[in-house]
């Protein structure tokens, strides 16, 4: 599996997230992965508020609000692109805006 702490950016609104890939990188992972009910086939993407840790989905419908929502779908279909630290920007992704919104914190990439 492989973790990635992103900002979750739209109108007004920071949350930090961490979004997790429900594919196994070895034998354990992925039976224990299979065992939970998260077969193979299509990737799918676990998202957690760091703030809210019992706010966790892997659908992105299940999410009761436009941010989260987009967010997360924007997460799985982009997934294999995004790195620590990166921001995805709702109100960018939605055309509501021009440039993405920019890093509160400008990480260094050899440690991400």
């Not at 706010?55 to 609000?65: G, L, S, T």
């Not at 805006?97 to 050899?110: H, M």
Request: hydrophobic share 40%; proline share 4%.
């Amino acid at each position: 599996m492989r973790v990635v702490a992103l900002e979750v950016r739209d109108r007004g609104t920071f949350i930090p997230v961490f979004a997790v890939s429900m594919i196994g990188f070895n034998d354990a992972q992925q039976d224990l992965l299979r065992r939970a009910g998260y077969g193979a086939g299509n990737l799918l993407i676990a998202l957690t508020r760091m703030e809210l840790p019992s706010m966790c989905e892997y659908d992105p419908a299940n999410w009761r609000d436009r941010t989260m929502q987009v967010a997360h779908k924007y997460i799985t279909d982009h997934f294999h692109k995004l790195h620590n630290g990166d921001v995805v920007d709702v109100e960018f992704i939605l055309g509501e805006t021009t440039e993405p919104k920019k890093k509160e914190y400008e990480y260094d990439r050899r440690t991400s």
